[in-house]
C-alpha cells in the first residue's frame, strides 16, 4: 500500500484547504486512514481518522468543529477538509494507513499505523 498527500499551500488566517491522500493498494475491509501533522520544534500530532467503510471519524479537540475527515471509496482517495484555519494549524500534514479499525483510545498512536506518506506542507500566514 501506498500513500499520497497533496493539496498543501500557503492560506490566510480563516481560510480553507482540502487535502487529500491517494491511497493504492488493497484498502477494502477492516482498516482506517489518519492524518497526522508535525510542526517545526514539535512531535507529531494526531489530527483526523476515518474507518475504511466510513461508519466511524475521531478529530483531535484542536481541529473539530474546524477540520472534517471523508472518503471516497470510488476514488481510493481521503480528505481532510479544513476551515478556519489558524496560524498553529501550520504543519506538515501526512497521511497514514492502520490495518485496524481503532478506537478512541488508539486512533492517535503513530504505531497503530503501518504505512505513511511523505507529507505536505499548508502555512497559514498573513
Known amino acids: 500500500v501506498q500513500l499520497q498527500a497533496s493539496g498543501g499551500g500557503l492560506v490566510q488566517p480563516g481560510g480553507s484547504l482540502r487535502l487529500s491522500c491517494a491511497v493504492s493498494g488493497d484498502t477494502l475491509g477492516r482498516g482506517s486512514i489518519g492524518w497526522f501533522r508535525q510542526a517545526p520544534g514539535k512531535e507529531r500530532e494526531a489530527v483526523a481518522s476515518i474507518y475504511n467503510s466510513g461508519m466511524r471519524r475521531f478529530y483531535a479537540s484542536s481541529v473539530k468543529d474546524r477540520f472534517t475527515i471523508s472518503r471516497d471509496n470510488t476514488k481510493n482517495t481521503v480528505y481532510l477538509q479544513m476551515n478556519s484555519l489558524k496560524p498553529e494549524d501550520t504543519a506538515v500534514y501526512y497521511c497514514?494507513?492502520?490495518?485496524?479499525?481503532?478506537?478512541?483510545?488508539?486512533?492517535?498512536?503513530?504505531?497503530?499505523?503501518?504505512?505513511w506518506g511523505q507529507g505536505t506542507l499548508v502555512t497559514v500566514s498573513s
Open positions: 497514514a494507513k492502520s490495518p485496524y479499525n481503532l478506537i478512541t483510545s488508539s486512533w492517535g498512536q503513530p504505531e497503530q499505523y503501518d504505512a
